[in-house]
């Protein structure tokens, strides 16, 4: 199998993860989630995503599709199309799945998924972090990571801007 056929086959619907998702239980393993938009991703992205794998065996990665990123970030967003993104995180060795949602929030995938450890970031920290009822509920744990300082989305795309004025 070439290469870029390896990763995009790490790019799930959410009717083939549930199928892969039946396999990764049977095996015992654990699952964590997390999510984002990861419109340009950067070292901060790279360092938080790997240190959430380090938390169980498999790492499912929630992404933001192109309507909802436009909807949260606003109309100059996102930089790159959902493929890309998907493609991008896919790339990852780390990541053993990425997975499309439309909505706002991961909420209706978190239940989907019934992860054993949810991610984010410690800007989440002391706030309700979005499924982190369906987590606990089932015995899960929700936990914060902390941030790598000096990268952002946001940050990253406003130098971009400053060196092509």
């Known amino acids: 199998m070439e290469r870029l ?3 995009k086959s790490k ?8 199928r892969q998702l039946a396999i990764w239980r049977f095996k015992d393993k654990t699952i964590v989630f997390s999510n984002g938009c ?3 991703l950067h ?3 790279v360092e938080y995503l790997s240190k959430a794998r380090d938390l169980g065996d498999i790492l499912i990665v929630g992404l933001n599709s192109d309507d909802s990123v436009h ?3 606003g109309s100059h967003r996102p930089v790159n199309k959902e493929e890309a ?3 991008t995180l896919s790339a990852l060795s780390f990541v053993d799945a990425v997975v499309l949602f439309g909505e706002d929030t991961p909420y209706d995938l978190i239940n989907f998924i019934q992860p ?3 991610v984010k970031g410690k800007d989440y920290e002391g706030k309700d972090i979005v499924g982190s009822d369906v987590v606990k509920a089932r015995g899960g744990q929700v936990v914060t990571i902390e941030l790598t300082k000096g990268y952002s989305t946001t940050h990253t795309i406003e ?3 400053k060196v092509h004025l």
């Open 159 to 161: 130098l971009a801007q």
């Open 11 to 18: 790019i799930y619907t959410w009717d083939h993860l549930r």
């Open 43 to 45: 070292l901060g992205h």
């Open 116 to 118: 054993d450890i949810l």
């Open 85 to 87: 993104r998907a493609i």
């Open 38 to 40: 990861f419109d340009v």
């Open 71 to 73: 909807r949260i970030k």
């Open 5 to 7: 056929s390896i990763i």
